[in-house]
């Protein structure tokens, strides 16, 4: 029974990367700085999300105003 025949390619991926960086350094800063855009872009796109979809529902709070007694 075979799970899977690609096993090796994220520690391939890896290794890859940490080549291309030690060659590279500057590489090191552009995938931080995508990563750091594509974590914003996220929250705005899931904030505006949230915003859109959340309706004119009124917020409602009671108050008890015999506590404590």
Request: charge should be positive.
């Given at each position: 029974?075979?799970?899977?025949?690609?096993?090796?390619?994220p520690?391939a991926?890896?290794?890859?990367?940490?080549?291309?960086?030690?060659?590279?350094?500057?590489?090191l800063a552009?995938?931080?700085?995508?990563?750091?855009?594509?974590?914003?872009?996220?929250?705005?796109?899931?904030?505006?999300?949230?915003?859109?979809?959340?309706?004119?529902?009124?917020?409602?709070v009671?108050?008890?105003?015999?506590?404590?007694?």
């Open positions: 029974m075979r799970t899977s025949t690609m096993w090796w390619i520690g991926a890896l290794l890859f990367f940490g080549f291309m960086i030690a060659v590279f350094p500057e590489l552009l995938m931080v700085a995508s990563a750091f855009m594509f974590i914003g872009g996220g929250y705005l796109l899931a904030g505006w999300t949230i915003q859109r979809n959340r309706g004119n529902t009124p917020i409602r009671y108050v008890d105003r015999n506590w404590p007694r």
